[in-house]
């Protein structure tokens, strides 16, 4: 029996997605207060997409919230572990998902879904398996400890048509290592919302990062 396979169409979904900004901010709520003024001090600094984990009770609330009240951004959920968790997070309004892993389980209901995933992959083995089902766009993560830009070069030569979003330890001094590779698309990073800045409330300072990544990065990914 041959399996279901991802239409091309949600690679261009994500490519859609990843074009419109270098960095999505991986952002991890800890009250529901804070998540409209720091969403909207991303959005006026440039970065329109955001991810928005699901690692605290108040994540689906922000993601319901965000929808509702910024429709300028394109809000997506993050550490989505299982099916259950991505209908979830579908159903308060998430444009995307991200997964750490790629199980089974989550690549069969991505391909289901109309809402498009990336799947999380760290190894070569990883990637052929979600190949085979059709998926050609990744987050690779953990990025830095997972091999960093060498891994991914090395990744571009048995498989030319894959795109990466790298994610984990990466930070604005390295993003554009990353940045100028050709299978990358974009990366994503919790750097721009520092703990210090966010229980300061200092929204304008998260507004002025936004700003200087996109001013840094922002010819990385057009190249
Ligand atoms: C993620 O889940 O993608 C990472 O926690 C983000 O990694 P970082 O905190 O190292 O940027």
New binding site residues.
């Given amino acids: 029996m041959s399996l279901q396979t991802l239409s091309p169409q949600t690679s261009q979904q994500i490519d859609e997605l990843c074009a419109l900004s270098p960095v999505i901010p991986?952002l991890t709520f800890n009250t529901l207060e804070e998540a409209l003024p720091i969403a909207e001090a991303l959005v006026e600094g440039g970065l329109t997409v955001l991810e928005v984990?699901l690692r605290t009770p108040v994540a689906l609330d922000a993601i319901h919230l965000l929808s509702d009240k910024l429709p300028e951004a394109h809000v997506g959920a993050?550490?989505v572990l299982d099916q259950e968790q991505y209908k979830t997070a579908c159903d308060a309004g998430s444009r995307f998902i991200v997964t750490?892993g790629a199980t089974d389980e989550l690549l069969q209901y991505g391909i289901e879904s109309d809402i498009p995933l990336l799947p999380g992959v760290q190894t070569i083995s990883e990637l052929m398996i979600a190949y085979a089902r059709g998926y050609r766009r990744f987050k690779f993560?953990p990025a830095e400890v997972a091999g960093g830009t060498a891994a991914l070069k090395a990744y571009a030569g048995p498989l030319p048509d894959i795109r990466f979003c790298p994610?984990?330890?990466?930070r604005l001094e390295t993003a554009a290592d990353y940045l100028i590779l050709s299978n990358v698309m974009c990366v994503?990073?919790?750097?721009l919302t520092p703990a210090d800045r966010v229980a300061d409330k200092d929204w304008a300072a998260i507004r002025q990062l936004a700003r200087d990544t996109v001013f840094k990065l922002r010819s990385h990914q057009l190249a």
């Fill in positions: 991986v984990t993050g550490t750490p993560f994610t984990g330890g990466i994503g990073g919790s750097w």
